[in-house]
């Protein structure tokens, strides 16, 4: 099992302390064999500078969209198969790794520490250990999106003086497969946890209101349904997905969501109460009345979105096939033109999250043997991105 490489003068402190074959036609993305631009954005900073030569915190008092600038540095390298992240009160932030099941805390300063693995991960494929959220209201609760033996589930940790406790089934019975699993988590403003799960390689799940698969589903923190979910009784808060690997609330309180096409388009989705966003039936912009269109969309080669984040008017998206990251203004609600940076400098990015500086955190996810050229020194890696306001 590979490690993450530690400072060895750094101390570690904390206060809250089967696999399918994956089909070569039908899928994109995080299944496609990947397409690799040239580089058309360097820095002038290289991505190995020491963690201790820390950027001022991104400003955050203007206006307006925000950019990457061309100051990065690694927080931590050595990562085995990153997927999700989550920062805690301290301001340090949990990550897992999918294959081995472990969750890894790190800090700013590159502090690693092991707070525990999470037992029943059956690991193969896209399956794993996924994705993380921390309850604001209740910051020692750990969530965590996983592959069991028989189905994808949500699990609740207490997370007590750096240490997992045992974890309780907050739902289960999601759909599994050796691709398409879904896997992002997220509490929205109104206290409610926001779960994205795949079609799990059969279409017509994403448009059976009677499965949990290709939705997004909205829980109360223990499980339990909101009485005013769209759809009485049910957890499912919208429809007709794919395979959502991104989700993020802006400052308004509105849910945006990336999305997988198949092999023309991939989505990035505002996502409303009770609505229908066409998979299978249409991919991309579809033009039919009886679902929600994207905001935007790429092809899937140069994108594959995963893990998405909200910054100031800004989405950002971590893209995996497209080895960028995608920046789209949506100053009140409305996407501007795309633009793309970093392309190819960092591989395949998994995951993009705001840290509590106001900077950006990207992981990368070369380690789990769909970059043709093979990890990168250091690689996975936690990346540490400066933002600037957009020109």
């Not at 909200?310 to 501007?336: K, N, S």
Request: charged share 20%.
């Amino acid at each position: 099992m590979r490690r993450p490489r530690i400072p060895r003068t750094r101390s570690v402190w904390w206060c809250l302390a089967l696999g399918m074959l994956l089909l070569a036609a039908g899928c994109s993305g995080d299944e496609a064999e990947p397409t690799i631009a040239p580089t058309t954005r360097t820095s002038t900073t290289p991505a190995t500078a020491s963690p201790s030569e820390t950027p001022p915190p991104t400003p955050t008092a203007e206006p307006g969209p925000v950019v990457p600038s061309a100051t990065f540095e690694d927080v931590v390298t050595g990562l085995d198969v990153p997927w999700g992240l989550a920062f805690l009160p301290d301001e340090s932030a949990l990550v897992s790794e999918r294959d081995t099941g472990r969750i890894l805390a790190v800090t700013a300063a590159s502090d690693v520490a092991e707070v525990g693995t999470v037992p029943g991960v059956d690991a193969g494929g896209e399956g794993g250990l996924l994705g993380l959220a921390v309850d604001p209201a209740a910051p020692t609760s750990v969530y965590a999106y996983f592959t069991a033996a028989a189905d994808n589930r949500v699990v609740r940790m207490p997370l007590q003086n750096g240490t997992l406790g045992d974890p309780v089934v907050v739902i289960d019975g999601i759909p599994k497969a050796g691709n398409h699993n879904g896997g992002r988590m997220t509490f929205g403003p109104d206290g409610m946890l926001y779960v994205s799960t795949g079609d799990a390689s059969e279409p017509s799940r994403a448009q059976d209101l009677d499965s949990l698969g290709g939705k997004i589903l909205r829980l109360q923190p223990d499980g339990s349904v909101p009485a005013d979910n769209p759809f009485d009784g049910s957890p499912v808060f919208s429809y007709g997905h794919r395979n959502v690997q991104g989700l993020a609330f802006d400052d308004a309180g509105r849910l945006w969501a990336s999305e997988f096409g198949q092999q023309t388009w991939d989505e990035l989705n505002q996502i409303q109460a009770g609505d229908n966003y066409g998979w299978p039936i249409v991919e991309g912009i579809g033009g039919d009345d009886r679902f929600v269109e994207p905001v935007a969309q790429w092809s899937t080669a140069e994108a594959s979105p995963s893990g998405i984040a909200y910054v100031r008017d800004t989405v950002f998206l971590a893209a995996l096939r497209g080895q960028r990251l995608w920046q789209v203004p949506v100053p009140g609600g409305e996407a501007g033109s795309p633009t793309d940076f970093f392309v190819g400098e960092f591989g395949r990015l998994r995951h993009a999250a705001l840290a509590p500086d106001g900077s950006l955190w990207l992981l990368t996810g070369n380690t789990d043997g769909r970059n043709p050229n093979g990890p990168r020194e250091g690689d996975d890696r936690i990346l540490r991105v400066t933002l600037e306001p957009q020109a």
